[in-house]
Nanobody, 117 residues
Framework: QVPLVESGGGLVQPGGSLRLSCAAS????????MSWYRQAPGKERELVAA????????NYADSVKGRFTISRDNAKNTVYLQMNSLKPEDTAVYYC??????????WGQGTQVTVSS
């Protein structure tokens, strides 16, 4: 069973918005820091945004600051990535990752985001 399942990707026009979700199961979600990564064709996977286990702190890649917002709902075992003012260069497969220094890490299977007119 895959513990992390992403959803919410799709095709959007430049300037549009999408909200990605990552639902966790089979792990104690509130004990994991969560992050979103992306990988564009021919490029390495890069960190987009991260949030601590309690949601008290976040950080973002410079390329998405002011446009993307990461959040989490520990009661729903879900982390979100709100993406606004999307650009063609945001096109990638987006992955969520759960990390714990005690339990290791897990990756989701990814969701495609395509920004194109």
């Amino acid at each position: 069973q895959v513990p992390l399942v992403e959803s919410g990707g799709g095709l959007v026009q430049p300037g549009g918005s999408l909200r990605l979700s990552c639902a966790a199961s089979g792990l104690t979600f509130s004990r994991y820091a969560m992050s979103w990564y992306r990988q564009a064709p021919g490029k390495e996977r890069e960190l987009v945004a991260a949030i601590t286990s309690a949601g008290s702190s976040t950080n973002y890649a410079d390329s998405v600051k002011g446009r993307f917002t990461i959040s989490r709902d520990n009661a729903k075992n879900t982390v979100y990535l709100q993406m606004n003012s999307l650009k063609p260069e945001d096109t990638a497969v987006y992955y969520c990752k759960a990390e714990s220094i005690y339990k290791g890490s897990y990756w989701g299977q990814g969701t495609q985001v395509t920004v194109s007119s």
